[in-house]
């Protein structure tokens, strides 16, 4: 049991160190503006969907 | 090495991933609408997925098993493919502006595309050895940019087509894929 849960915490401390970093890092210039452009479906709440990127660009 | 062969040619064509398991359906229909979109994303699903098949089989021999936490490969799975998107996307940001602008926006969506989890889970599930694992990931995503391409091209045309009012967008696209699929079954005797 404990093996395995040292094993998750490392597992999931290595996954969200590397999404600070992700996020920390800049997103080179020219490049703010490209988004994908997926409309395939109604789900509201996935990040590629148009309204989540009408929100992100209202909170800039 | 014929077996290899016929591995790929099988796990690319015949056993196509989106025409015969119905995987990876979202970006199919949500970036088919160009075919430059779509060779984007083909090349982001390749990268993607046998990098993150290398990393889970590796870890699953080598950590996985010696440790008796074979039971725990999902969520490993789920993680480093996660972690590993993460991972390219801040490296392409860092250092490679080009590549970020024609990858970069299509990495995020790769990470919900379940044949990437599929692909991992199959390398485990047959048992493959590190070379024919290599060689399935390599396939399956090849298969996936192949079908994206074909229907992005038909989409194109399709947009300039008098199509019916109801069917238009995603109705007449998933009729499309309906005849792909029945077309792909005619390679079944290939090898």
């Given at each position: 049991?404990?093996p395995?849960?040292l ?19 800049p997103v ?18 996935c ?10 660009i209202?909170?800039? | ?14 056993n196509?991933v ?6 990876g359906?979202?970006?199919l ?5 160009k ?14 997925i ?9 870890l699953?021999?080598?950590?996985l ?16 493919i ?13 250092y490679?502006?080009g ?12 990470t919900?595309n ?9 390398n485990?599930i047959e048992k493959f ?26 989409r ?16 007449i696209?998933?009729?499309?894929a ?14």
């Amino acid at each position: 049991m404990l093996p395995a849960l040292l094993y998750l915490a490392v597992l999931g401390g290595l996954y969200a160190l590397v999404y600070y970093l992700n996020h920390k890092t800049p997103v080179p210039e020219g490049c703010e503006e490209i988004i994908a452009a997926c409309g395939s479906c109604t789900t509201t709440i996935c990040g590629a969907h148009p309204s989540q990127q009408v929100k992100e660009i209202k909170n800039v | 090495m014929s077996n290899l062969f016929a591995l790929f040619i099988t796990a690319m064509v015949i056993n196509n991933v989106v025409l015969t398991k119905f995987l990876g359906m979202c970006p199919l229909l949500g970036v088919s609408r160009k075919a430059s979109s779509a060779i984007g994303m083909g090349t982001a699903v390749i990268f993607v997925i046998f990098g993150s098949s290398v990393f889970t089989y590796l870890l699953y021999y080598q950590i996985l098993v010696p440790l008796k936490l074979e039971y725990m490969d999902l969520i490993t799975f789920i993680l480093v493919i996660a972690a590993f998107v993460q991972f390219v996307e801040m490296v392409l940001k860092k250092y490679s502006m080009g590549l970020y602008k024609a990858l970069g926006i299509y990495l995020p969506l790769i990470t919900t595309n379940c044949v990437v989890l599929y692909v991992t889970l199959v390398n485990i599930i047959e048992k493959f050895n590190f070379i024919e694992m290599c060689v399935y990931s390599i396939a399956v995503p090849a298969g996936f940019m192949l079908i994206l391409y074909i229907f992005s091209t038909i989409r194109e045309r399709l947009d300039t087509a008098d199509v019916p009012v109801y069917f238009k967008g995603n109705p007449i696209a998933l009729i499309v894929a309906a005849l792909m699929a029945a077309i792909f079954t005619a390679f079944a005797g290939l090898v």
